[in-house]
């Protein structure tokens, strides 16, 4: 009888571990940063996607080094692989050789590149801003616009960077709401945010006419919500803090998306965080800032 239980606790044993071992393996989160300077990054979500498409690489095999300036023979490699561009020919860049010019020749032979002068591409240079507005342009299907979108643009690169805005793939940069920055060199992570906007593998921004980011600017050069955003978030409207709160107002993803926020609150303009704060206030009152209003008198 003894030895009868015996062997049935053994096969119900047995049953078990083998239950646990035909368990779908754990994995990380889903939120784990396929890079570790990345993680917690407002960049974070457009790099894990260029990464998971074969788009993009890292710097090493464990950082993707967001910040710095990406080289005009790593955008073009970025754009080859996003279209599965091939080249049949040399483009007859002098200056080309190596892991990107297979890459620069596709993007030559497809139009969507002249170089930087006769003959040359400059793949070791930086790359502007402006610059990478026209790769993007020419390689991807963007807005018609007529409107002038930012105050600081002009000449060769300036119906690419309005059609860009007119996408929902720039909202400009950080200088101010009304500013492009076209001459300032463009970032790695930068790249990855544009360009996984523009692939749609995360959400773009709401686009805000020029003139309607004039009138915010003046009507509202300094309001409440500077100062709340100051205290919050040190005004940085562009910052994720890595621990669920997000842009200048701090968001809540719940928060943001209950006042009909789309995306990341730290992806959209000042402006637009602005207007859902307003929202988010009318709803709840300023106890939705709880230590900050408290701070500054407005409860």
């Known amino acids: 009888m003894l030895l009868r239980h015996a062997r049935r606790s053994v096969t119900i044993l047995l049953a078990a571990l083998l239950a646990l071992l035909t368990l779908p393996a754990l994995t990380t989160t889903a939120d784990a940063a396929t890079f570790r300077d990345t993680a917690g990054s407002v960049y974070q979500e457009a790099v894990d996607a260029l990464a998971a498409e074969g788009i993009i690489k ?3 095999e464990d950082d993707f080094c967001p910040n710095r300036p990406i080289l005009r023979g790593q955008m073009a490699t970025m754009i080859a692989r996003a279209l599965d561009l091939e080249a049949t020919r040399s483009a007859g860049f002098r200056d080309v050789s190596g892991v990107h010019e297979s890459s ?3 993007l030559a032979e497809a139009g969507i590149t002249k170089g930087c ?3 040359r591409f400059c793949p070791t240079s930086s790359t502007t801003r402006a610059e990478m507005a026209s790769f993007i342009d020419r390689a991807f299907s963007t807005t018609s616009t007529s409107d002038t979108w930012f105050v600081d643009t002009s000449g060769t690169h300036a119906g690419a960077i309005d059609r860009l805005a007119a996408s929902g793939i720039t909202a400009g940069c950080a200088t101010a709401d009304t500013h492009f920055c076209p001459g300032q060199s463009v970032l790695r992570g930068q790249v ?3 360009l996984a906007r523009t692939l749609e593998l995360v ?3 709401e686009p805000v006419r020029l003139a ?3 009138a915010a600017a003046r009507t509202s050069s300094r309001t409440v919500w500077d100062d709340l955003a100051r205290c919050e978030s040190g005004e940085n409207w562009s910052i994720n803090t890595g621990n669920g709160y ?3 107002l701090q968001f809540t993803l719940s928060s943001w998306r209950g006042v009909g926020g789309s995306g990341y609150p730290h992806h959209h303009s000042r402006a637009e965080q602005i207007k859902r704060g307003e929202r988010l206030q009318a709803q709840q009152g300023w106890g939705a800032w709880p230590h900050c209003s408290r701070k500054l008198g407005l409860r």
Request: negative net charge; hydrophobic residues 35%.
């Open 192 to 194: 990855a945010l544009f």
């Open 117 to 119: 002068a006769t003959g």
């Open 246 to 248: 997000y842009g200048g």
């Open 104 to 106: 620069i020749d596709a």
């Open 58 to 60: 890292g710097c090493t």
């Open 203 to 205: 959400p773009r921004v």
């Open 212 to 214: 309607d980011r004039e």
